[in-house]
């Protein structure tokens, strides 16, 4: 089975619910776990919320559905941040 990945990015004061950004699966995954890695992005791993994420298109929001299972990753990813900070 190949690897998968779903990059998502969120405006504050731009975008109404996070937005997808980059996805793919096999080396164009590896690429971008290799960038978030290098960028010190945290990352999550949900293969239930990969297959959903990586069915839309780029650019474009997710859906309302989506917003409670993206919180809680976000919330996942603010915590690690914070833990790195302090």
């Given at each position: 089975m190949k690897?998968?990945?779903?990059?998502?990015?969120?405006?504050k004061n731009k975008d109404l619910a996070p937005?997808?950004?980059a996805k793919?699966?096999?080396l164009i995954a590896e690429k971008i776990i290799q960038i978030a890695h290098q960028n010190n992005i945290p990352i999550k791993e949900d293969k239930e919320l990969i297959q959903i994420l990586s069915s839309i298109p780029l650019d474009q929001e997710i859906p309302p559905?989506?917003?409670?299972a993206?919180?809680?990753?976000?919330?996942?990813?603010?915590s690690i941040s914070k833990?790195?900070?302090d």
């Open positions: 690897k998968k990945a779903v990059a998502l990015n969120y405006e937005k997808v950004k793919g699966e096999g559905e989506l917003y409670k993206v919180a809680e990753i976000f919330a996942y990813i603010y833990k790195k900070i």
